[in-house]
């Protein structure tokens, strides 16, 4: 074959790369290997494990059918053979929000799972798919060809939430209408909630179908402790962006004359940031629920940051690397507050906003409701971070925190802040407390330099890459768990994989036992709570106890690009090996590795 013919075949995912990671083999654990080596359903069996949480007695009124099944108890797998021999099934799987790498794995454990005597079948673009009832049967050849591939391109993702009546008989009739005894559900805390509710509603419907979550967000937000450390995505997304970040850092060290500020994706909680920042050792990193908690304004962060800058400066050094979490602003008090006003006027008069004819009608409107403060905060933001509050909200109601150029305002406010440094040297450097103690050569000496920034945002291209070993091993055995799980007729369930470091334990979590209650837009909702970073966790501590030092120092470190082989390709994130406790972040062990084919 010639060169021209050879660089043409790499079309359609055939890249040499992609090829070779196409043929990794995946660990099995045992509990899915019969006798004979091949790959069964496991049986899953009631543990002394619980899950409960808070609003629980309304969690049974609106959900009596399936908390009544299966109360509060985890379900453990544990031997292969649970549904063996069972044939003519009918199961239906899709992807709901963002993507996430590892996810096609799902698909492939699924379809190891059910083998050939049953019918695993696609829904295109996620829930809206289910809705419409645009469902495909997958071919099983071509599920060899998604293999430890990235992305959620073989079927197509969407944000639909499932919530009214029409809705939810539309999901009936498709359920019906396919014959199906199951439905997988790929998707974060809002998608799992859609599949509680689904479960629930078939339940009440009479119509037996087996509805089964799978853990998926690269933000880390949708755990549950020690049962599940963290969904798929984020080992692959944050060992993406640490690349990245560990390259700026390594650039700014080189070129001497820039901050890169850098936006990292995860809509509510920071774990994205706080797993870059372990491995990359930046000069700053915000953790929102930190900024939370010390009740930190716009203002105090600003100052917090060009005062890092001015000591860097101080200590010789004028570049560095800044990490900034994407919902930051929804975590800064006066930013919340104002974000929750105009979420419940958006709900109370969505009509009323939806009939004005422009951004500028609809500010007017919005103005008199909201607290003097609030108003006053929202005056003086920039227009377009203005409009982004206003207007857009996705179909679970949250704000599109990824459009918020925040890097952008920081940046903004961090060199007027500079500039008002310069101008009034003795109102920031002097020897009383909270000044910047510093010679009269240094202040002469801060006064010359100036501040030159680059700003990043890194979130997409965290989400579609060929997943981790790690996300790639995770999503196999999720797959292998979430068809067991059908084929022995269990709904409302999430699948789940634990203890990562010594063979994994797979799980099964009653999603009733995830949900509480939440006031959202004004009212009451049921959600599964999102897991933030805890600020006593050995991770943030770790980090908390070295970031003055990686402040005033260059302390950085490069990661690197994902390996795919060789000593370093079984790293587990160091926010999950620190807070689950593990001896190393080195190692994972998922089981046996098996070259998986599909036939
Ligand atoms: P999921 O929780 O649905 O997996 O989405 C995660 C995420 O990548 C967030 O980090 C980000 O805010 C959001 O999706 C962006 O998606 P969109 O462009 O659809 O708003």
Redo the contacts with the bound molecule.
């Keep these: 074959m010639n060169l021209f013919s050879k660089v043409s075949r790499t079309a359609g995912k055939n890249s040499p790369l992609e090829e070779e990671v196409r043929k990794l083999p995946v660990p099995v654990n045992s509990v899915f290997l019969g006798k004979d080596g091949r790959i069964e359903p496991a049986e899953f069996r009631q543990t002394d494990m619980t899950l409960g949480s808070k609003g629980h007695e309304r969690i049974e009124q609106v959900f009596p059918e399936t908390s009544a099944k299966n109360g509060s108890a985890i379900l453990e797998a544990v031997v292969a053979g649970g549904s063996r021999g069972t044939a003519g099934k009918r199961v239906a799987v899709l992807f709901?929000?963002?993507?996430?790498a590892g996810g096609h794995n799902v698909l492939v454990g699924l379809a190891a799972v059910l083998g050939k005597d049953n019918t695993l079948l696609g829904v295109r673009k996620g829930p809206g798919g289910l809705v419409k009832g645009d469902l495909f049967e997958i071919d099983r050849r071509s599920v060899s060809s998604i293999m430890n591939m990235g992305g959620f391109d073989f079927l197509g993702t969407d944000?639909t939430k499932i919530k009214t009546a029409e809705q939810f008989e539309k999901v009936k009739q498709t359920v019906v209408k396919n014959r199906l005894d199951g439905l997988v559900v790929v998707?974060?805390?809002?998608?799992n909630t859609n599949a509680a509710f689904i479960a629930e509603h078939l339940e009440k419907e009479g119509v037996r179908c087996s509805v089964i979550g799978v853990p998926?967000?690269?933000?880390g937000?949708?755990a549950a402790g020690k049962y599940l450390p963290i969904p798929f995505?984020f080992d692959t997304?944050t060992k993406i962006y640490a690349e990245l970040v560990g390259n700026l850092t390594q650039d700014a060290a080189s070129a001497v004359k820039y901050y890169h500020f850098v936006k990292l994706?995860?809509?509510t909680a920071s774990k994205?940031t706080l797993e870059v920042a372990l491995q990359t050792k930046p000069a700053v990193a915000l953790i929102s629920e930190e900024i939370a908690e010390k009740n930190m304004s716009l203002e105090a962060i600003v100052d917090h940051i060009a005062r890092i800058i001015t000591l860097r400066r101080l200590n010789g050094l004028n570049h560095g690397v800044i990490l900034v979490p994407?919902?930051l602003v929804e975590f800064i008090p006066e930013m919340g507050r104002l974000i929750a006003e105009l979420n419940k006027v958006l709900v109370e008069y969505a009509t009323d906003i939806a009939d004005l004819p422009s951004l500028e009608h609809k500010r007017e409107f919005l103005f008199p409701h909201l607290t003097a403060q609030s108003a006053q905060v929202m005056a003086s933001l920039p227009p377009d971070l203005q409009e982004t509050l206003i207007l857009d909200r996705?179909d679970h109601g949250?704000v599109?925190?990824?459009?918020i150029e925040t890097e952008k305002l920081l940046i903004e406010k961090i060199r007027y802040r500079l500039s008002e440094m310069k101008r009034h040297t003795d109102r920031f450097f002097g020897r009383e407390e909270g000044k910047i103690e510093a010679s009269a050569q240094q202040v002469e000496d801060f006064k010359k330099v100036s501040l030159s920034v680059q700003s990043h945002f890194l979130?997409?291209e965290g989400?579609c890459s060929k997943p981790s070993r790690f996300d790639a091993a995770f999503t196999f055995q999720l797959g292998m768990a979430a068809g067991s799980l059908v084929l022995s007729g269990k709904t409302g369930y999430m699948a789940a994989v634990t203890d990562f470091h010594k063979g994994g334990r797979v799980l099964a979590l009653p999603l009733t036992g995830l949900i509480s209650t939440e006031m959202r837009g004004g009212k009451e909702e049921f959600v599964i709570k999102r897991s933030l970073v805890e600020l006593s966790s050995p991770s943030f501590r770790l980090y908390a106890e070295n970031r003055d030092r990686w402040a005033r120092e260059d302390c950085f470190s490069s990661p690197g690009a994902i390996q795919y082989w060789g000593p370093t390709c079984r790293q587990v994130s160091m926010l999950v090996a620190l807070d689950q406790e593990y001896p190393d972040f080195a190692s994972f062990d998922l089981g046996e590795e098996k070259q998986v084919l599909v036939e």
Excluded at 187 to 191: H, I, N, Q, R, T
């Design positions: 709901s929000g963002g993507p996430a944000r998707g974060g805390d809002d998608s998926k967000t690269i933000d937000d949708l995505g997304a994706m995860g809509r994205i994407e919902g996705d949250n599109k925190v990824s459009q979130g997409y989400r």
